[in-house]
């Protein structure tokens, strides 16, 4: 029975492969007569990006002079929330933000807001993070709000809940600078445009924990709620919703993080003198001590945002006693009033002035002092690396790089190479193996970007099929050639490129890492509050080091995606390895297996389907860097999506933002489909 | 019983169908085929599962009707059907005369303020209220003010021998605590009718045996008709006026304890019985025989119609001529074989 299975699931990849690996095949060995295969003709592009932005803008011309009503509306509580944070002493809100952290959570949490907050004053940065703060105070609400509204409405309306469910997952894989533009247009510049923004992108994480906060309440306590005789709304709002309260609170941090994170990569706009402006500022400047203080005060915000609101989450939290919060409001209150004429201005204490100057000169010593090392290390990874990968072998082995000039007799010879492996692969009863290297191989000689486009759609069919079946090939295949029809097909293939790349990395690394984590603890230890971290830190910080130390380029945008997307690939790799049964592990350690033998035969493959989700995880990280890096020097997607913020290319803005969300979307249900069938072989 | 004419439930060719279009589909089939069966049969090749399948019933005022069955025989889908949590696919289900499948909304939810109560298997308590807070909920949907209902709510407490706790939270309960508090919230509105799914099966045998005394306690004070559901032969035995036992979505077999032990009508009934001590279950009256043209001997060994078979066997152990049975005040009521006796116990036996 298990041999019939084998056999069918090898038959289906084989095909699969094999189909992939004919038409690539194919595709190379017929450029030369038709070059149309290997390089999409520009005459066969339709010009959708302007059709799309002819189509937008007209609509947007339609809704502006509402959106602009509304503009002028929000500006009142943004104005407000603006002066009341710039008017207020800081000993004051200081004093409250303490005292907020000691009711949530005890000393800990006090001493965590004091020192942070102190901190802050001592960069100098007070008044940019408080104006900061203010669009957070006043896009959250909106998010909550709006977050909820959808979430209780999918409850309410199971017909609704796979239309919303898509619609969640759209606002939250279109790149978060390609609804930038469209705003940007609607709303006029201004402040608001980010507001708005970071109210969309903090929306979807409020609605799906409220939605699924609301299903996961025991049946029986909403049955029992119907028979006590409650109306639907009495059921709603006095049962079900306090129920859910938990989940619910996992929203409201994940929607905080969310607003704050999107309000840091809005200040790309201007115009509001923002931390975000200031780090983008510095960092134009290349100065990045300052850049590295204004960046510290975003993931200090972060960091107390998060653990503050995470403790709301907490199944069974306790409030500390609320006098002594009192006490520290009023301590505040007192010293503000007491030193009310010796307060400077909270921007004249720049009490780490010299750190981050210091920091400055170290780091221009240090990279001027390691240049050789740094140069190196920075085009090793290129050239034997990154540059192969992108425009493949034959054009990438250059005398001047690699020593030698690629021969077309060492493309036979390596191609040779590969079919020898195959076909020993599949003597042993791994044909399918054996095709994937020799595809592999194929990818490796031609260079990602410069794949031949009939290759890449059969190719993503193929896998999609095996992954999903017949509808998602479809899906797939449809959405990739909307891409290349609409003409951002080289800069698809570049964004492939790189994240895939990005994502190879992180899955080698991070599954390095989380396999060392899950044997040892001490090393759990040591990594997990470095992605704690991580995950905490909002995307943009994340360009801050990668910069300092190798300025502009791909390498940066490559080491910036890794830093942020290996997170996910550690934790579930690790999550997946140590979730094993017990009794699996004491009926292997009865078998006699070894400690690698456990790893290998019981506790990785029940871990697979977990590492799968992780993986998925990692290239949907990817891909939101991606964009973000965009601003540091990629040339793909991400690109198109910011030069269209620059020029209001409404079109643009959407095609590239749509082509970005597509590639993320394919990918996460191909890993997805893989992630199931792997769980359904396991009978999870 | 009080002989009221109107039965408090009444189930007419009930159905419950779970799928796709369940209730055009089941519309179709019962035009299309006769029997409950052949409907079923028509209803299955669609891919549709028919958890209820024509139940019919009536539940007397006052009643303790046990419904029992194995998982996944629909005992819990039919008590749902009959409280309306589940709109029923088809038929008809009347509680208190009242048609409540075409009941409005608004009516239902008056219902269920002030006649129907239900307590759940796993308690489905609000984990966000306290003891008091759960108790008095359905008075507090009802809008009545906080100090009515936190008196009213007390005296149920009360009743379920929770007093002192009424500040706890569900989660500092353990379980039998946290059943009496789905008790007490049930029975707080004073319901006329009473659903019971499967109360006691998620606590241990203990705090099992002592909240069925406890529940029979409640029952004879407060008089409400009863629909009990269980999966537990025994408890069914030990509280119910009759039992209806459920297989496969069907109810095969409807009758008082006795019935149920001494003529299972298959092998499935009989499969359930099988470990049943028969002698304390069924009673005197069940196997006795008019007394009109049955003659009896001179030995009377005092039998009373209510008393088990065991008790009555062990009174005639050395009589084999028939011997008059007489109720409370002495009036010849029946009169029964001691072989009869005998026999009735070994029902099984002869089957086997």
């Known amino acids: 029975m298990s041999n019939a299975l084998a056999a069918r699931g090898l038959g289906k990849g084989a095909l699969a492969a094999l189909i992939a690996g004919v038409v690539g095949a194919f595709c190379l060995l017929f450029e030369g007569l038709w070059p149309w295969l290997s390089s999409y003709p520009n005459d066969w592009v339709l010009p959708t990006s302007d059709a799309v932005g002819g189509a937008v803008k007209g609509g947007l011309d339609y809704l502006k002079p509402a959106a602009r009503v509304f503009s002028t509306l929000m500006a009142y509580p943004m104005t407000a929330a603006n002066t009341v944070l710039a008017v207020l002493p800081w000993p004051l809100l200081i004093a409250a933000t303490v005292a907020l952290g000691w009711r949530l959570g005890g000393v800990k949490m006090a001493a965590m807001a004091a020192i942070g907050l102190g901190l802050v004053l001592a960069s100098g940065y007070w008044q940019q993070g408080m104006n900061t703060l203010a669009l957070v105070a006043v896009s959250v609400p909106l998010a909550l709000l709006a977050g909820a509204m959808i979430g209780i409405f999918a409850n309410e309306f199971p017909r609704f809940r796979a239309p919303v469910q898509a619609l969640l997952d759209v606002m939250q894989t279109v790149p978060t600078f390609a609804y930038l533009t469209p705003l940007l247009v609607l709303f006029g510049f201004g402040p608001v445009v980010g507001l708005i923004a970071s109210a969309i992108y903090a929306a979807p994480p409020m609605a799906r924990n409220v939605l699924l906060g609301l299903q996961r309440v025991e049946p029986e306590v909403k049955e029992a709620a119907v028979m006590s005789g409650g109306t639907r709304m009495q059921q709603l709002f006095q049962v079900e919703i306090p129920a859910a309260k938990v989940q619910i609170m996992v929203g409201v941090n994940q929607c905080l993080m969310a607003a704050l994170s999107m309000v840091i990569i809005a200040a790309v706009i201007g115009g509001f003198n923002d931390i975000g402006w200031e780090v983008l500022l510095t960092m134009r400047k290349a100065q990045f001590g300052p850049a590295m203080l204004a960046g510290s005060v975003i993931v200090i915000f972060a960091i107390l945002i998060d653990r503050m609101s995470a403790t709301l989450a907490q199944e069974r939290r306790r409030l500390w006693d609320g006098r002594i919060s009192l006490a520290i409001l009023l301590l505040g209150l007192v010293v503000s009033l007491v030193f009310w004429r010796s307060l400077g201005h909270p921007d004249s204490y720049r009490l780490l002035d010299p750190l981050a100057n210091g920091l400055d000169s170290w780091l221009t010593d240090f990279t001027r002092a390691n240049a050789e090392l740094l140069t190196n290390f920075k085009n090793g990874v290129m050239f034997y690396v990154l540059l192969p990968l992108r425009i493949g072998l034959d054009q990438a082995i250059l005398p001047f790089t690699w020593g030698f000039q690629w021969t077309s007799g060492m493309s036979l010879g390596f191609y040779a190479v590969a079919a020898v492996v195959a076909l020993g692969l599949a003597l042993r009863g791994q044909p399918t193996l054996g095709l994937v290297v020799l595809i592999a191989a194929g990818i490796l000689e031609t260079g990602v970007s410069q794949l031949p486009w009939p290759f890449v759609l059969i190719g993503v069919g193929a896998l999609s099929w095996v992954a999903g079946g017949y509808r998602l090939a479809l899906l797939s295949v449809v959405l990739l050639s909307t891409i290349l029809v609409s003409g951002l097909w080289d800069r698809a293939l570049l964004s492939l490129y790189l994240s895939g790349a990005a994502v190879f990395a992180c899955a080698v690394l991070g599954g390095g890492i989380g396999v060392l984590c899950a044997v040892s603890p001490m090393v759990w230890r040591l990594v997990r509050p470095i992605c704690d971290m991580l995950q905490t830190i909002p995307l943009f910080v994340f360009l801050i080091p990668v910069l300092m130390v190798f300025q502009i380029g791909e390498f940066s945008a490559f080491l910036a995606i890794i830093a942020y997307a290996i997170v996910p690939m550690i934790r579930y790799t690790r999550q997946g390895l140590i979730a094993t049964p017990d009794e699996m592990i004491e009926a292997a350690t009865a078998s006699g297996a070894t400690r690698w033998q456990m790893m290998r035969d019981v506790r990785a493959p029940y871990a697979a389907p977990t590492i799968l989700l992780g993986l998925n995880q990692t290239i949907l990280y990817a891909f939101a860097m991606l964009v973000i890096a965009a601003l540091i020097g990629t040339t793909g997607l991400g690109q198109s999506i910011y030069l269209a913020l620059g020029q209001a290319d409404v079109g643009l803005g959407i095609s590239a933002g749509a082509a970005m969300a597509i590639l993320a979307l394919i990918a996460d249900r191909i890993v997805q489909g893989f992630a199931e069938e792997r769980k359904k072989a396991l009978g999870l | ?352």
């Open chain 2, 1 to 352: 019983m009080t002989g009221s004419e109107t039965p408090a439930i009444s189930c007419r060719n009930l159905w419950q169908v779970f799928g796709d279009n369940a209730d055009s589909a089941l519309k179709q089939a019962l035009s299309q085929h006769k029997s409950a069966d052949a409907v079923s049969q028509a209803l299955r090749a669609k891919g549709l599962v028919p958890a209820v399948q024509d139940a019919n019933f009536d539940v007397k005022e006052g009643e303790l009707f046990v419904i029992m069955g194995l998982s996944g025989s629909g005992k819990s889908t039919l008590i749902r059907c009959i409280s309306q949590l589940l709109p029923a696919s088809g038929g008809e289900i009347r509680i208190e005369g009242e048609d409540i499948v075409s009941a409005s909304k608004a009516r239902l939810i008056a219902l269920r303020r002030k006649t129907l109560g239900m307590v759940f298997q796993h308690f489905g308590l609000f984990p966000h209220m306290t003891v008091a807070d759960n108790v008095a909920y359905p008075l507090r949907v009802q809008g009545i003010k906080r100090k009515a209902r936190r008196a009213k709510a007390q005296e149920v407490i009360e009743l379920v021998g929770l007093a002192g706790r009424e500040d706890r939270y569900p989660r500092e309960l353990s379980g039998g605590q946290r059943q009496r508090v789905g008790i007490a919230r049930s029975l707080v509105t004073d319901c006329s009718v009473w659903f019971l799914d499967e109360p006691f099966s998620a606590l241990d045998p203990l705090i099992r045996r002592q909240l069925q005394d406890e529940f029979l306690d409640i029952q004879a004070k407060l008089k409400t008709t009863i629909v009990f559901i269980t999966h537990d032969i025994n408890e069914a035995l030990k509280l119910a006026d009759r039992i209806a036992i459920m297989r496969d979505g069907k109810i095969v077999q409807i009758g008082t304890p006795a019935d149920i032990v001494l003529n299972p009508v298959d092998d499935y009934v009989r499969e359930f019985s099988k470990d049943v001590a028969k002698g304390r279950h069924a009673n005197v009256a069940s196997v006795m025989q008019s007394p009109e043209g049955n003659s009896y001997g001179v030995d009377d060994p005092g039998l009373r119609r209510d008393m088990t078979l065991d008790a009555a066997l062990a009174r005639c152990m050395d009589l084999y001529d028939p011997v008059p049975v007489r109720d409370s005040d002495g009036t010849l009521v029946g009169v029964i074989n001691p072989a009869d006796l005998a026999a009735a116990l070994q029902v099984e036996t002869d089957h086997v």
